[in-house]
């Protein structure tokens, strides 16, 4: 059983070299297995043979010797990079020689397992053989018949347990993480009439998922002066009947006042209740709140009790299932490699998909069996690349396989969950201003340089490093090609990582083992969750509901010429004044208290129907055909009179 090297590259055996990576023999000693004796005669015998060659010229002491092995090659000519610059050819080809590997390569020979070594400890020595007895007495399980069974018990069981997670509560009831009643900036129109009704006579039942209290916000979203963001947006909660802004998530509100759990999910029963003044943030359960001294047309309070049943969210009782099925398999019934592979790809979708990090709720399986078919591709290549070289040299110990396999697997297909603490999401530029971003990246590249490492030494020592290189090089010319097209970004999906660094992992050795089983996991998750997503994206759609580096409107009222309290009025610089006229803007409009308040082409606003008596809130945007550009941060008008300027840039 071939377990070391990929059948369509040609092998080094021991005493052989592979013609693709390796010269030639350079000479007749090079390719002769000789005795001493013989070897010495043969020497006489060149040495005798050889011509006169007379001594080097005067100033001519550095060229390379014509007898030396670089003026034995064929490529060797005086005219050459080593005849004129013979410094200079020396450490380049001392380097091409290190990274070309030793001659033969080193084969990599089939690893003993850890669980049977001999272990000494001052005069005692242990062996535990575990492995051995191990296989001896799970022998009897691996009859494929009890597989089959243990399969299928296994569908069935998932069935069940997908049923009570998702499928008994009233499909209308479920609602996302980020689920709210109003939409950011000016996209509920005019005086919020696209988010109305915004008092309901009757009460709303909803059931949340898990894990919500993960979900936070990834650009920075306005609420009065203050700017929140790397948090989940919940407004108030903070009163005496715990009254929430209509624009706070819904589920993550839910967890701040203890109706549901964050772990678990569950349901509860909102009332709206229209206009409410001064929310007041807290912490709580985790979660904190902003607060908001003004107005605002809706909001809502959550109510003692809730007829929706079956609300609990079991992803975590799915976890400990798949992780037990995976186990048992790896240590018990020990299937073929293959099988035992495609049983890790399959368990590992469909848990993302119905159970980790599904893409709704509850689950849509349409959409999972349509990015089924071609992972089932991607991994197909995936083995004939990496996985049929590693997996089948560790079925000798079970044991230690499944340790190295799962150790990686499993945190790959969590990886939504494990990375939940790292805040680096887009692998873009604005994620290194969160807290501890720096740190988590320095740990994470420390990580992958060792790991890189690693693999490059063990290509260099089997004489396959020419070859990735080359292939690496062509795919990173492919790249910078493609980030260079206009209008399109170039954005690497952590599925894509998976992808590009499988190749790399096709050697027998346990950090092969460990790597590509995250890798596979993590591959697994991003198209599980996401989909094959396109490396290639617009500014829009990495921008998500970041500023669009628009111009932005100046008020001429200020600290300065403040509204007089009889007049009331704010007003602010017309396009022509602003100079922007050749950016077509043609139209403004004014956010108050987070609620757009007037659209068109005037140039004050009357603040005769606001309630003087609280402080409010003013954002002014240009506007195309209707469309608003970037909104100011908020001007403040005290109830005192006094106006205090924005700050300079978007909100």
């Given at each position: 059983m071939d377990t070391t090297l990929p059948p369509s590259i040609p092998r080094a055996t021991s005493g052989s070299t592979p013609t693709s990576l390796r010269d030639q023999p350079t000479s007749t000693l090079d390719s002769l297995e000789l005795g001493p004796t013989s070897q010495a005669s043969l020497l006489r015998s060149v040495d005798n043979s050889m011509p006169d060659i007379p001594p080097p010229e005067q100033g001519s002491e550095h060229l390379p010797d014509p007898t030396s092995r670089h003026a034995q090659q064929p490529w060797y000519h005086p005219n050459t990079l080593a005849q004129r610059y013979p410094r200079t050819w020396n450490v380049l080809f001392r380097i091409g020689s290190y990274l070309r590997g030793p001659i033969?390569?080193?084969?990599?020979?089939?690893?003993?397992?850890?669980?049977?070594?001999?272990?000494?400890?001052?005069?005692?020595?242990?062996?535990?053989?575990?492995?051995?007895?191990?296989?001896?007495?799970?022998?009897?399980?691996?009859?494929?018949?009890?597989?089959?069974?243990?399969?299928?018990?296994?569908?069935?069981?998932?069935?069940?347990?997908?049923?009570?997670?998702?499928?008994?509560?009233?499909?209308?009831?479920?609602?996302?993480?980020?689920?709210?009643?109003?939409?950011?900036?000016?996209?509920?129109?005019?005086?919020?009439?696209?988010?109305?009704?915004?008092?309901?006579?009757?009460?709303?039942?909803?059931?949340?998922?898990?894990?919500?209290?993960?979900?936070?916000?990834?650009?920075?979203?306005?609420?009065?002066?203050?700017?929140?963001?790397?948090?989940?947006?919940?407004?108030?909660?903070?009163?005496?009947?715990?009254?929430?802004?209509?624009?706070?998530?819904?589920?993550?509100?839910?967890?701040?006042?203890?109706?549901?759990?964050?772990?678990?999910?569950?349901?509860?029963?909102?009332?709206?209740?229209?206009?409410?003044?001064?929310?007041?943030?807290?912490?709580?359960?985790?979660?904190?709140?902003?607060?908001?001294p003004s107005i605002f047309p809706l909001t809502y309070r959550f109510l003692p009790t809730t007829s929706l049943n079956h609300c609990t969210d079991l992803r975590d009782y799915g976890l400990v299932v798949n992780i037990l099925v995976t186990v048992l398999l790896f240590s018990v019934f020990q299937p073929a490699s293959i099988v035992l592979y495609w049983c890790l790809v399959c368990i590992g979708h469909w848990h993302v998909t119905l159970f980790s990090d599904p893409r709704g709720e509850p689950p849509p399986i349409s959409d999972a069996f349509g990015v089924f078919l071609p992972t089932l591709f991607v991994a197909y290549v995936f083995w004939r690349v990496a996985f049929r070289h590693v997996l089948p040299v560790f079925e000798h110990c079970p044991l230690e396989r499944m340790v190295w396999y799962l150790v990686g697997f499993w945190p790959g297909v969590l990886f939504n969950i494990t990375t939940e603490k790292i805040p680096i999401d887009r692998l873009l530029g604005e994620d290194l201003r969160r807290p501890g971003a720096i740190t988590a990246l320095v740990i994470l590249s420390i990580v992958v340089l060792v790991v890189v490492l690693n693999q490059l030494q063990t290509m260099r020592k089997t004489g396959w490093l020419p070859v990735y290189a080359w292939y690496y090089f062509l795919g990173f010319l492919v790249l910078v090609v493609l980030s260079q097209l206009p209008g399109l970004t170039l954005r690497i999906h952590h599925f894509f990582i998976g992808m590009i660094l499988m190749p790399g992992t096709a050697f027998p050795t346990r950090i092969s083992a460990v790597a590509q089983s995250f890798l596979l996991g993590m591959f697994i998750q991003g198209e599980s969750r996401w989909g094959f997503d396109s490396i290639l994206q617009t500014t829009a759609e990495l921008r998500r509901d970041a500023p669009l580096d628009s111009s932005i409107p100046g008020f001429l009222t200020s600290s300065t010429y403040p509204p007089h309290m009889s007049n009331s009025t704010i007003i602010w610089k017309s396009i022509e004044t602003a100079g922007v006229v050749s950016e077509g803007w043609n139209g403004y409009s004014l956010i108050i208290d987070d609620v757009e308040r007037y659209s068109g082409t005037a140039l004050n606003f009357a603040l005769t129907a606001l309630d003087l008596a609280i402080p409010h809130f003013f954002r002014l945007a240009y506007q195309r055909d209707g469309v608003s550009g970037d909104y100011s941060k908020a001007a403040t008008l005290f109830p005192n009179g006094t106006f205090l300027d924005p700050l300079p840039g978007p909100s």
């Amino acid at each position: 059983m071939d377990t070391t090297l990929p059948p369509s590259i040609p092998r080094a055996t021991s005493g052989s070299t592979p013609t693709s990576l390796r010269d030639q023999p350079t000479s007749t000693l090079d390719s002769l297995e000789l005795g001493p004796t013989s070897q010495a005669s043969l020497l006489r015998s060149v040495d005798n043979s050889m011509p006169d060659i007379p001594p080097p010229e005067q100033g001519s002491e550095h060229l390379p010797d014509p007898t030396s092995r670089h003026a034995q090659q064929p490529w060797y000519h005086p005219n050459t990079l080593a005849q004129r610059y013979p410094r200079t050819w020396n450490v380049l080809f001392r380097i091409g020689s290190y990274l070309r590997g030793p001659i033969p390569p080193e084969t990599l020979h089939r690893p003993n397992s850890i669980f049977n070594r001999k272990w000494t400890i001052g005069s005692q020595s242990i062996t535990l053989n575990l492995e051995t007895r191990w296989l001896k007495l799970t022998r009897r399980l691996g009859w494929w018949p009890l597989l089959v069974l243990f399969a299928v018990a296994y569908i069935i069981s998932v069935s069940f347990l997908v049923r009570a997670s998702w499928f008994l509560t009233p499909q209308e009831a479920f609602v996302g993480c980020t689920s709210s009643f109003w939409l950011p900036k000016d996209q509920c129109g005019l005086d919020g009439q696209d988010c109305a009704p915004f008092v309901a006579e009757q009460p709303m039942e909803f059931r949340c998922p898990a894990s919500c209290k993960s979900v936070i916000l990834a650009n920075i979203r306005a609420v009065g002066s203050e700017e929140v963001v790397y948090q989940p947006l919940v407004v108030g909660g903070g009163d005496a009947e715990a009254t929430y802004r209509g624009d706070s998530w819904i589920c993550a509100s839910a967890i701040h006042a203890g109706v549901i759990s964050n772990s678990r999910g569950g349901c509860g029963k909102l009332s709206l209740i229209g206009n409410f003044t001064s929310f007041v943030g807290t912490v709580s359960n985790g979660i904190r709140s902003t607060s908001f001294p003004s107005i605002f047309p809706l909001t809502y309070r959550f109510l003692p009790t809730t007829s929706l049943n079956h609300c609990t969210d079991l992803r975590d009782y799915g976890l400990v299932v798949n992780i037990l099925v995976t186990v048992l398999l790896f240590s018990v019934f020990q299937p073929a490699s293959i099988v035992l592979y495609w049983c890790l790809v399959c368990i590992g979708h469909w848990h993302v998909t119905l159970f980790s990090d599904p893409r709704g709720e509850p689950p849509p399986i349409s959409d999972a069996f349509g990015v089924f078919l071609p992972t089932l591709f991607v991994a197909y290549v995936f083995w004939r690349v990496a996985f049929r070289h590693v997996l089948p040299v560790f079925e000798h110990c079970p044991l230690e396989r499944m340790v190295w396999y799962l150790v990686g697997f499993w945190p790959g297909v969590l990886f939504n969950i494990t990375t939940e603490k790292i805040p680096i999401d887009r692998l873009l530029g604005e994620d290194l201003r969160r807290p501890g971003a720096i740190t988590a990246l320095v740990i994470l590249s420390i990580v992958v340089l060792v790991v890189v490492l690693n693999q490059l030494q063990t290509m260099r020592k089997t004489g396959w490093l020419p070859v990735y290189a080359w292939y690496y090089f062509l795919g990173f010319l492919v790249l910078v090609v493609l980030s260079q097209l206009p209008g399109l970004t170039l954005r690497i999906h952590h599925f894509f990582i998976g992808m590009i660094l499988m190749p790399g992992t096709a050697f027998p050795t346990r950090i092969s083992a460990v790597a590509q089983s995250f890798l596979l996991g993590m591959f697994i998750q991003g198209e599980s969750r996401w989909g094959f997503d396109s490396i290639l994206q617009t500014t829009a759609e990495l921008r998500r509901d970041a500023p669009l580096d628009s111009s932005i409107p100046g008020f001429l009222t200020s600290s300065t010429y403040p509204p007089h309290m009889s007049n009331s009025t704010i007003i602010w610089k017309s396009i022509e004044t602003a100079g922007v006229v050749s950016e077509g803007w043609n139209g403004y409009s004014l956010i108050i208290d987070d609620v757009e308040r007037y659209s068109g082409t005037a140039l004050n606003f009357a603040l005769t129907a606001l309630d003087l008596a609280i402080p409010h809130f003013f954002r002014l945007a240009y506007q195309r055909d209707g469309v608003s550009g970037d909104y100011s941060k908020a001007a403040t008008l005290f109830p005192n009179g006094t106006f205090l300027d924005p700050l300079p840039g978007p909100s």
